[in-house]
């Protein structure tokens, strides 16, 4: 069965740099686009990045663009999330989410998440 | 910006039935947005309900139903039961590469 686990998470003081990794099991990771979705704590979730099933294409979220990083080794099975330039407001829970094979625009499998809380 | 709107907060009776809503700040929703829907527990990771409007994910129940309503997208739950009490998020494609999630409806079972 399709598992997502997310790992990374963790304190770090605001300005610095932390990366996540997501890794991937019970599919073929390579023939899919993945997503990280966050959530702060008592919050909503926030779509921050997506990666094509090869690489080439990616987009994110406006209040991370420039910052984070989203990018993949399918050698690896493995989705990573670099974040640079950490903020108060990127403290949440990061999952990643698998993209749906059919075309049609949704997250079909989610991780358990992994927490990134961003303190002085 | 888009801003993609949900109701904070929705009650309904158990065996009842509640829509909830989402929509767009500037804008209709369309099919084109392809909505989808995630049921989430406080600490759980979110699961999917609906996806491309009205297509029930593997295992929902059919008391979940998505539509179109007038400009925005609705889910359904259709006598409801108490473990449905949870938040509802919903989702649009923005056809850029850019997803947006609504800021969820908590969902209140009594």
């Known amino acids: 069965q399709v598992q997502l686990v997310e790992s990374g998470g963790g304190v770090v003081q605001p300005g610095r740099s932390l990366r996540l990794s997501c890794a991937a099991s019970g599919f073929t990771f390579s023939s899919y686009g993945m997503h990280w979705v966050r959530q702060p704590p008592g919050k909503g979730l926030e779509w921050v990045a997506v990666?094509?099933?090869?690489?080439?294409?990616?987009y994110s979220a406006d209040s991370v663009k420039g910052r984070f990083i989203i990018s993949r080794d399918n050698s690896k099975n493995t989705l990573y999330l670099q974040m640079n330039s950490l903020r108060i407001e990127d403290t949440a829970v990061y999952y990643c989410?698998?993209?749906?094979?059919?075309?049609?625009?949704?997250?079909?499998?989610w991780g358990q998440g992994t927490l990134v809380t961003v303190s002085s | 910006q888009t801003v993609v709107t949900q109701e904070p907060s929705f009650s309904v009776s158990p065996g009842g039935t509640v829509t909830l809503t989402c929509g767009l700040s500037s804008g209709s929703v369309s099919t084109t947005h392809y909505p989808s829907w995630y049921q989430q527990t406080p600490g759980q990771a979110p699961r999917t309900l609906i996806y491309?409007?009205?297509t029930r994910s593997s295992g929902v129940p059919d008391r979940f139903s998505g539509s179109i309503l007038g400009n925005k997208a609705a889910l359904t739950i259709t006598g409801a039961q108490a473990d449905d009490e949870s938040d509802y998020y919903c989702v649009l494609y923005m056809r850029s590469g850019i997803w947006v999630f609504g800021g969820g409806t908590k969902l209140t079972v009594l």
């Open positions: 990666i094509s099933f090869d690489g080439s294409n990616k």
């Open positions: 989410a698998k993209r749906d094979g059919s075309g049609l625009y949704w997250f079909d499998y």
């Open positions: 491309s409007t009205n």
